[in-house]
């Protein structure tokens, strides 16, 4: 059975920083592609970031320059780092995991405050 499950949210002042991470368990095969979706209330969920296998990257355009994404392909996690966050990033964080089907994390809350 197949758990995807986030961890590293919560409230944090604009202009702050948090880590996001997420853990992938129960496939014996690879994971093509994990990263971050986020939903904010009264919006659809959106791309973040993901990264595939081999290490490449794609961003949403609103967090370019301050988000990183990195993944341990061993470990079947992906981490996001985000820097000067701001009120439009408050929304519930999904991981996604792409292992043959999709999967999501139950999601975690990250709040900014202005």
């Known amino acids: 059975q197949v758990q995807v499950v986030e961890s590293g949210g919560g409230l944090v002042q604009a202009g702050g920083s948090l880590r996001l991470s997420c853990v992938a368990s129960g496939s014996r095969f690879s994971i093509e592609t994990m990263g971050w979706y986020r939903q904010a209330p009264g919006k659809q969920r959106e791309l973040v970031a993901i990264i595939n296998s081999g290490g490449t990257t794609k961003y949403a355009d609103s967090v370019k320059g301050r988000a990183t994404i990195s993944r341990d392909n061993a470990k079947n996690t992906v981490d996001l780092q985000m820097y000067n966050l701001k009120p439009d990033d408050t929304a519930v964080y999904y991981c996604?995991?792409?292992?043959?089907?999709?999967?999501w994390g139950q999601g975690t809350q990250v709040t900014v405050s202005s």
């Open positions: 996604y995991v792409d292992w043959g089907a999709i999967y």
